[in-house]
């Protein structure tokens, strides 16, 4: 169990946002994460993971080490903010980690800004020391939320499929992995072929698609326990079944013959209601953050295309309209966007819409991206990129507005990534 205390006073401003990540005169925030004291080997990572997070954050720029005039000896204490004006630095990130009798690991923060000199966030957290990365990941979300206003996404876990082997053998197994790509676990052993795992957006629960000798199922894991239980047994299933937002239902498609309609299930009484009723592919369903809407792609209109409808099923409305084919639209968290994959002349790209489809924006193209996935907090997405030939599929990160991308170590080729809720 991990236990948070908060232990340092905080500026009555503590409400303000310091950064507009929505502004279009955008410029990254130099940050100064300085070396915790104490217990060095547990101090050197903590730093190094809290400086990685702020480089792939694209909004919180760290600055280099070497650069500092100040060495920290005393974290409690104020730093010398000359010294940090000197390179630039708008925050300065104190912290120190000790060892209790019992191996637990107590570790604390102050966020200074450098304009005012004053402590403007600050929490001690005390923990077992297998826990120390999460600390590293939680003290990461308390600062970007305290400089941005917006949560954080660092606390937080990837489902995702493992890829191995050669292009016509592909070993896939679902893995789970923190967003930074450490903690890696393997959850299934790759004797059934698994596909489009997808998180509980109410829980640590991931449900995915398994392909053995009978036909496909559609697998409830609990990733804290292992435990496993089939959700249902749907031949010619298309797409893994997304989670409603309290997590009690799922949307699916269901081939029947030529076509593919939309249903519901209730995971409380495992009755299903059919939402679509067409000659069309109906397909990848995704519910708005409310839970009233559902967006999927369907080629009722002759090509793949975005469509709205309620959750309760009826008339559907087309919301995109750009030239190429759109599918694996997902709702954002915030309910402002949704991101999707497009397809045109032979590039996969990469977007993110409006609800009403008006904004379209693409973020990244080139060949193949597919299957984006969002950050809790809405502002980033995951997705996969796979080259073809004799390589395989690796995982991506990008922001919103496109100003930056990198790659999510996996230890093989990676598919299909899912973002989990923030633990914490």
């Not at 919180?60 to 100040?70: A, G, R």
């Not at 893995?175 to 052993?189: E, F, P």
């Not at 975005?306 to 915030?334: D, H, Q």
Request: aromatic share 10%.
């Amino acid at each position: 169990m991990l236990y948070g205390l908060a232990c340092a006073p905080v500026a009555d401003a503590q409400q303000d946002r310091y950064l507009n990540v929505h502004g279009g005169e955008f410029k990254p925030i130099p940050i100064a994460v300085t070396a915790f004291t104490g217990d060095a080997g547990s101090g050197t990572q903590l730093t190094g993971i809290i400086t990685n997070n702020f480089k792939r954050s694209v909004v919180l720029m760290p600055l280099d080490p070497k650069t500092f005039v100040e060495t920290i000896g005393n974290p409690d204490q104020a730093p010398q903010m000359d010294s940090w004006r000197i390179i630039n630095a708008q925050f300065v990130v104190t912290g120190r980690v000790s060892r209790a009798a019992d191996g637990r690991l107590q570790t604390e923060f102050r966020l200074w800004d450098v304009g005012t000199g004053a402590q403007i966030a600050g929490s001690q957290y005390v923990t077992d020391a297998n826990n120390a990365r999460r600390v590293a990941h939680i003290i990461s979300d308390a600062i970007y939320s305290r400089i941005t206003g917006e949560k954080g996404f660092f606390d937080t876990r990837i489902a995702f499929v493992d890829e191995t082997g050669p292009p016509e053998h592909r070993r896939k197994r679902l893995a789970i992995m923190d967003q930074d790509g450490a903690n890696l676990r393997y959850m299934t052993r790759g004797d059934d072929l698994v596909v489009t795992p997808r998180f509980s957006p109410s829980s640590q629960d991931v449900t995915y698609m398994s392909f053995g000798a009978s036909d496909p199922k559609v697998l409830l894991l609990n990733i804290e326990t292992g435990q496993r239980e089939v959700v249902g047994n749907f031949p010619g299933m298309t797409f893994a079944p997304r989670f409603s937002p309290d997590g009690q239902k799922v949307a699916m498609s269901l081939a029947q013959g030529v076509s593919s309609n939309l249903y519901t299930m209730d995971l409380r009484t495992r009755t299903t209601t059919r939402l679509s009723d067409s000659n069309a592919i109906d397909t990848s369903p995704s519910y708005s953050p409310d839970g009233t809407q559902i967006v999927f792609e369907s080629d009722r209109g002759g090509s793949q295309q975005l469509y709205i409808m309620s959750a309760n099923g009826g008339s559907p409305k087309r919301i995109s309209f750009g030239e190429g084919r759109y599918s694996t639209p997902v709702w954002s968290p915030k309910g402002d966007f949704i991101a999707f994959t497009k397809q045109k002349s032979g590039s996969f790209a990469i977007g993110v819409m409006h609800p009403d489809g008006s904004g379209e924006r693409i973020l990244t193209e080139g060949y193949h991206n597919e299957g984006p996935t969002w950050a809790p907090n809405g502002l980033y997405l995951m997705f996969f990129r796979d080259p073809g030939g004799q390589g395989g599929a690796k995982i991506f990160m990008i922001d919103i507005f496109g100003r930056g991308e990198f790659p999510v170590p996996t230890p093989n080729y990676g598919s299909d990534p899912s973002w989990s809720p923030l633990l914490n």
